[in-house]
């Protein structure tokens, strides 16, 4: 069964940084592309950054030059570094197996919540 477990979600200033973690299990995870969504209150779900199983990365432009995603393929792990924190990057954050748009599953999501 596959399982993505997302943590360390949080409230942070405008400005401040979060790091997220996913952690995975449930299949070959060197294997797959992952993905970071998200879906803020009434808003669709959002692509965010996908990585390779060689860890190439791509950004939305929103988040491009504040986001970095990694991948530890030895802890079957993903993880987003969110920096520079802005009030529209509020939303529940899910980590997915696939690329892009073309998701597999998520996880049930860690909040990121920006806020003076």
């Known amino acids: 069964e596959v399982r993505l477990v997302e943590s360390g979600g949080g409230m942070v200033e405008p400005g401040g940084s979060l790091r997220l973690g996913c952690a995975a299990s449930?299949?070959?995870?060197?294997?797959?592309?992952m993905t970071w969504v998200r879906q803020a209150p009434g808003k669709e779900l959002e692509w965010v950054s996908t990585i390779s199983p060689v860890s190439t990365s791509s950004y939305a432009d929103s988040v491009k030059g504040r986001f970095t995603v990694s991948r530890d393929n030895d802890k079957n792990m993903l993880y987003l570094q969110l920096t520079r924190l802005e009030i529209e990057d509020t939303a529940m954050y899910f980590c997915a197996r696939g690329f892009r748009e073309q998701l597999f599953e998520r996880g049930q999501g860690t909040q990121v919540t920006v806020s003076s």
């Open positions: 449930g299949f070959t995870f060197g294997s797959f592309y």
